[in-house]
């Protein structure tokens, strides 16, 4: 029974750059979070989505950051146009369809800008 | 005001002993409380829920008190191997999923 799996694991790009974070959530899940963990900081909710709809993305930056989660295929989250600053731990978590609190993460993408 | 707070530590303890984090949060909204545990360059791990009747798991006793917005973690007999940043996390109610962190109280448990 696979958890979040969440690939690349670690990603290293340089500034002006594109990056695109993939996020699966376990089976059965249809809703996916993005939260991202900046150095010796807590971790920050960006965006909560489900099949093709985004629910919330009241914790994404205004510019360069989109996500996505398609009908078939796992979640993006897009980040174009890279600084230096958007270094970071990024976290994906899942949970069920309904009535469940409970989040369970991914082993996240660390985003290194060169 | 952080939304979470928490205690940063580190709590250095040797092992066996017991140990007790405390957090509080500020939004009266806030429905549903965690805790999770984060081990160095890890995925945060759901511990255990919060309820407001207090629960156990093992060695693990979580409280909570709404009225003063307060949220405990009380870890009995520690263990090397408990050794991990202990998260406070609230979830408000209203439709909304996302979840809210505390920056994490480390915990050091000393042979």
């Known amino acids: 029974n696979a958890g979040v799996m969440q690939n690349p694991r670690h990603l290293v790009r340089r500034r002006g750059q594109e990056a695109r974070l993939r996020c699966s959530p376990m089976?059965?899940?249809?809703?996916v979070y993005w939260y991202r963990q900046l150095p010796e900081e807590g971790l920050k909710f960006m965006v909560y989505?489900?099949?093709?709809?985004?629910?919330?993305e009241s914790g994404m930056p205004k510019e360069r950051f989109s996500a996505e989660f398609p009908k078939e295929g796992p979640s993006i989250l897009r980040i174009q146009q890279v600084v230096r600053g958007d270094s970071a731990a990024y976290f994906c978590?899942?949970?069920?369809?309904?009535?469940?609190?409970?989040?369970?993460f991914g082993p996240g993408t660390r985003l290194t800008v060169t | 005001r952080k939304e979470v707070e928490q205690d940063p530590g580190p709590f250095n303890v040797p092992e066996g002993a017991t140990v007790a984090f405390n957090c509080t949060y500020s939004n009266s909204a806030s429905q549903s409380f965690f805790w999770y545990r984060q081990d160095c360059r890890k995925e945060p791990k759901l511990l255990m829920s919060?309820?407001?009747s207090g629960n156990e798991d093992g060695r693990f006793t979580a409280q909570l008190n709404r009225a003063s917005q307060y949220i405990s973690l009380l870890i009995r007999d520690s263990k090397l191997s408990d050794s991990a940043t202990y998260l406070c996390?609230?979830?408000?109610?209203?439709?909304?999923?996302?979840?809210?962190f505390g920056t994490g109280t480390q915990l050091k448990v000393e042979l």
């Open positions: 996390v609230v979830r408000k109610g209203g439709g909304g999923n996302k979840l809210t």
């Open positions: 919060v309820y407001s």
């Open positions: 989505l489900q099949k093709e709809n985004i629910i919330d």
């Open positions: 978590a899942s949970s069920p369809p309904t009535g469940a609190d409970e989040q369970y």
């Open positions: 089976k059965g899940h249809s809703h």
